[in-house]
């Protein structure tokens, strides 16, 4: 699907996505990503969702972002409450969601101005 988006002043958004990859400003990515409004973080786990460690958890919380997004493939699939220990630890939240919904709502959020994180998983 692709999204039509407003000018965001050189952030990243997404510009569509479908079975595999996302789009962002225009170019694709297939690889698991974080995605903030001024960086990308390609490959910020090598671990699919069944595989997750703490340590790509440990990853996420030390990301400079309020708002993290977990995209879970086609489906929303919920993370083992043990691997959430480094975000509970700092008071910091997750929303689970499918990747569809991770992009549409990174997207409102970024334009919003908010620290807001994508975190993507594509397997």
């Avoid at 079975?19 to 910020?44: C, E, F, Q, S, T």
């Avoid at 919003?112 to 397997?123: D, H, I, N, P, W």
């Amino acid at each position: 699907m692709k999204l039509e988006l407003a000018p965001t002043d050189g952030q990243n958004a997404f510009t569509g996505y479908g079975d595999g990859y996302v789009g962002i400003n225009g170019a694709r990515h297939a690889g698991n990503i974080v995605v903030l409004p001024r960086r990308l973080v390609p490959g910020w786990t090598e671990h699919g969702f069944d595989t997750l460690t703490v340590a790509d958890f440990e990853t996420l919380a030390a990301l400079e972002a309020d708002i993290l997004l977990l995209g879970t493939g086609q489906r929303i699939r919920f993370p083992r409450p043990e691997l959430l220990t480094p975000l509970m630890r700092i008071g910091k939240g997750l929303e689970v969601m499918d990747i569809a919904a991770a992009c549409r709502t990174y997207n409102i959020l970024a334009g919003e101005g908010r620290k807001v994180a994508a975190c993507l998983l594509f397997s």
